[in-house]
């Protein structure tokens, strides 16, 4: 599978964007999907991941309750809905794929993933 983010922009804090990730192949629907982040001079940091069936996900701390991802397997996209932006959300955005033997696994690190997007950038600012 291979995967294209794009929804990518600069904003001001407190505005909102969803980020879209398109995979190619027909086996999307067997890929739990994470979204992740890095900033200039930092390591790249898990943001959210949602199960291969869309029924279960989870976020970091840092943005729970502003970000939501969703994924349409019928158009092989997983998004995501980032509200309520923040300066510190300034960084390029990845998505990732794992492929999941389970409907209802999702994983949170780096290394979980072996598929990565080339990335969008998001610019927050006050």
């Known amino acids: 599978v291979q995967l294209v983010e794009s929804g990518g922009g600069s904003v001001q804090a407190g505005d909102s964007l969803t980020l879209s990730c398109v995979a190619s192949?027909?086996?999307?629907?067997?890929?739990?999907m994470g979204w992740f982040r890095q900033a200039p001079g930092k390591e790249r940091e898990f943001v959210g991941t949602?199960?291969?069936?869309?029924?279960?996900?989870t976020f970091a701390d840092s943005v729970k309750g502003r970000f939501s991802i969703s994924r349409d397997n019928t158009k092989n996209t997983v998004y995501l809905q980032m509200n309520s932006l923040k300066p510190a959300d300034t960084a390029v955005y990845y998505c990732a794929a794992r492929w999941s033997f389970s409907g209802a696994s999702y994983y949170t690190s780096v290394r979980d993933y072996g598929v990565w997007g080339q990335g969008t950038q998001v610019t927050v600012s006050s």
């Open positions: 192949g027909r086996a999307f629907r067997t890929y739990s």
């Open positions: 949602i199960s291969r069936s869309g029924d279960r996900s």
